[in-house]
């Protein structure tokens, strides 16, 4: 296959767009050569700028469950735009999704829509230490939560205290507020409680990791930290956004029944538009202006076009009983065939999966956190991503991402991609 076009169109792109991307991880630094630019999808298949046909499993990074431009979500958006595309008034579409949204997950009887998981997250962390009067937040090294401030930290020297800016432009004194524990550790926050007494407002994690390849929460792990929040007064944040309508109807808090205080949507309660959400029990939302004094706003907050592609999605999603089962059975059906055509290629490598998340690692370690994660081969990784390439199968452009399985596969598409491993194996 070549990727002729879509080269030169990335050379104008990088004119006027710095590293002629609109969002850093799809370029492919860590993996080298240029990135693809698409013209359109359908279901599992990407079609590229060359004319190649792709086997899609990135899939927009998670909103695109149930394939790509699936007709539902389709003509919710066409019928909605002609109707005008915004209003800056409330519509009653938005409390139709907010109501579904509510049936759906476990533990919230209220919702707020934004327009990114970014948003979500930066708000949720706002609206917890609103409620609990404490400034400072734990998040888990490795875990991504968007790009706002609080969330761009690293362990710094003292990281079992505070944590140092992992990008120039955040602040020393934002990053005093957010602690670093390590993920899969229960010790490692209980340190952090012990050393910052009555000052932590929140714990924010990936229930299930998504963003250092797919890292499963031990056994026992998520509700150690619940009970670690009951006893020191600190709220529990899921973050859901990749999670949220995907491993279940309620997301992990139904498949590990543990429960948050606050949990924040993205990705697939938007069905491919811009939409994140935060939700949570009436006591704590109604700590949010106009009715509460924390302060949170959109100008396209709840816009229609979103609401209707997030209403037929999480409706689709809502009517099918088998949806959650069928996306886990054939993530596991790729799962065994990956791991007999590595093992039979002598490749070392883990597999990390939930539900319809999964991913490969070149390490001969447990991955069970940002620490082996990184360990793994990033020259195996590039190497295979690029021979995955060769073959028609786009994975995303870093050892650090998750697989995402989509019902739209059929398992001929899942045995031309087993094939395809095995081929690329076979060269590694
Ligand atoms: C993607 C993601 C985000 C950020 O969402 P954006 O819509 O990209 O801002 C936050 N948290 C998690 C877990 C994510 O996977």
């Given at each position: 296959?070549?990727?002729?076009?879509?080269?030169?169109?990335?050379a104008?792109?990088?004119?006027?767009?710095?590293?002629?991307?609109?969002?850093?991880?799809?370029?492919?630094?860590?993996?080298?050569?240029?990135?693809?630019?698409?013209?359109?999808?359908?279901?599992?298949?990407?079609?590229?700028?060359?004319?190649?046909?792709?086997?899609?499993?990135i899939?927009?990074?998670?909103?695109?469950?149930?394939?790509?431009?699936?007709?539902?979500?389709?003509?919710?958006?066409?019928?909605?735009?002609?109707?005008?595309?915004?209003?800056?008034?409330?519509?009653?579409?938005?409390t139709?999704i907010?109501?579904?949204?509510?049936?759906?997950?476990?533990?919230?009887?209220?919702?707020?829509?934004?327009?990114?998981g970014?948003?979500?997250?930066?708000?949720?962390?706002?609206?917890?230490?609103?409620?609990?009067?404490?400034e400072?937040i734990?998040k888990?090294?490795?875990?991504?939560?968007?790009?706002?401030?609080?969330?761009l930290?690293?362990?710094?020297?003292?990281?079992?205290?505070?944590?140092?800016?992992?990008?120039?432009?955040?602040?020393?004194?934002?990053?005093?507020?957010?602690?670093?524990?390590?993920?899969?550790?229960?010790?490692?926050?209980?340190?952090?409680?012990?050393?910052?007494?009555?000052?932590?407002?929140?714990?924010?994690?990936?229930?299930?990791?998504?963003?250092?390849?797919?890292?499963?929460?031990?056994?026992?792990?998520?509700?150690?930290l619940?009970t670690l929040?009951?006893?020191?007064?600190?709220?529990?944040?899921?973050?859901?956004?990749m999670?949220?309508?995907?491993l279940?109807?309620?997301?992990?808090?139904?498949?590990y029944?543990?429960?948050?205080?606050?949990?924040?949507?993205?990705?697939?309660?938007?069905?491919?538009?811009?939409?994140?959400?935060?939700?949570?029990?009436?006591?704590?939302?109604?700590?949010?202006?106009?009715?509460?004094?924390?302060?949170?706003?959109?100008?396209?907050?709840?816009?229609?076009?979103?609401?209707?592609?997030?209403?037929?999605?999480?409706?689709?999603?809502?009517?099918?009983?088998?949806?959650?089962?069928r996306?886990?059975?054939?993530?596991e059906?790729?799962?065994?065939?990956?791991?007999?055509?590595?093992?039979?290629?002598r490749?070392?490598?883990?597999?990390?999966?939930v539900?319809?998340?999964?991913?490969?690692?070149?390490?001969?370690?447990?991955?069970?956190?940002?620490?082996?994660?990184?360990n793994?081969?990033?020259?195996?990784?590039?190497?295979?991503?690029?021979?995955?390439?060769?073959?028609?199968?786009?994975?995303?452009?870093?050892?650090?991402e998750?697989?995402?399985?989509?019902?739209?596969?059929?398992?001929?598409?899942?045995?031309?991609?087993?094939?395809?491993?095995?081929?690329?194996?076979?060269?590694?």
């Amino acid at each position: 296959m070549n990727y002729k076009r879509s080269s030169a169109l990335f050379a104008q792109a990088e004119t006027f767009i710095p590293g002629g991307v609109n969002s850093p991880v799809r370029a492919f630094k860590a993996v080298g050569g240029t990135p693809i630019f698409v013209k359109e999808a359908k279901g599992a298949y990407l079609y590229d700028e060359d004319g190649n046909t792709l086997i899609d499993y990135i899939n927009s990074w998670g909103p695109m469950i149930l394939g790509h431009a699936y007709e539902p979500v389709v003509n919710a958006v066409i019928e909605k735009a002609k109707k005008g595309t915004s209003f800056g008034m409330p519509t009653e579409i938005e409390t139709q999704i907010a109501e579904l949204a509510v049936s759906m997950v476990p533990n919230i009887d209220k919702i707020r829509f934004v327009n990114s998981g970014t948003e979500a997250c930066m708000s949720a962390i706002r609206l917890a230490r609103g409620f609990t009067q404490k400034e400072k937040i734990v998040k888990f090294a490795g875990c991504y939560h968007g790009h706002s401030d609080s969330f761009l930290i690293q362990a710094g020297s003292g990281a079992i205290t505070f944590g140092s800016p992992n990008s120039p432009g955040v602040t020393k004194g934002t990053a005093k507020d957010t602690l670093l524990a390590t993920y899969n550790n229960i010790d490692s926050v209980k340190s952090l409680i012990e050393a910052n007494k009555n000052e932590i407002a929140c714990i924010i994690i990936e229930p299930v990791a998504g963003n250092m390849g797919c890292i499963p929460p031990k056994e026992g792990f998520l509700q150690a930290l619940r009970t670690l929040c009951d006893a020191h007064n600190i709220l529990l944040i899921f973050d859901e956004v990749m999670t949220g309508f995907r491993l279940a109807k309620g997301g992990a808090q139904e498949l590990y029944n543990v429960k948050a205080d606050i949990v924040c949507f993205g990705k697939v309660i938007g069905g491919g538009l811009p939409v994140g959400a935060f939700a949570a029990r009436s006591e704590i939302m109604n700590h949010l202006a106009p009715l509460g004094p924390v302060y949170q706003a959109g100008t396209l907050s709840g816009n229609p076009l979103a609401m209707a592609a997030g209403l037929a999605m999480l409706e689709a999603l809502n009517n099918d009983s088998e949806i959650f089962t069928r996306l886990a059975e054939k993530t596991e059906y790729l799962h065994k065939g990956f791991a007999e055509v590595l093992n039979n290629n002598r490749i070392n490598h883990k597999i990390n999966r939930v539900g319809s998340m999964i991913s490969i690692h070149f390490t001969e370690e447990n991955v069970v956190d940002f620490e082996t994660s990184a360990n793994g081969n990033n020259e195996t990784f590039k190497k295979f991503f690029h021979g995955m390439l060769q073959e028609g199968i786009y994975i995303a452009p870093s050892a650090f991402e998750t697989w995402f399985i989509t019902d739209a596969l059929t398992y001929e598409d899942l045995d031309v991609t087993i094939q395809a491993v095995n081929k690329v194996a076979s060269k590694l």
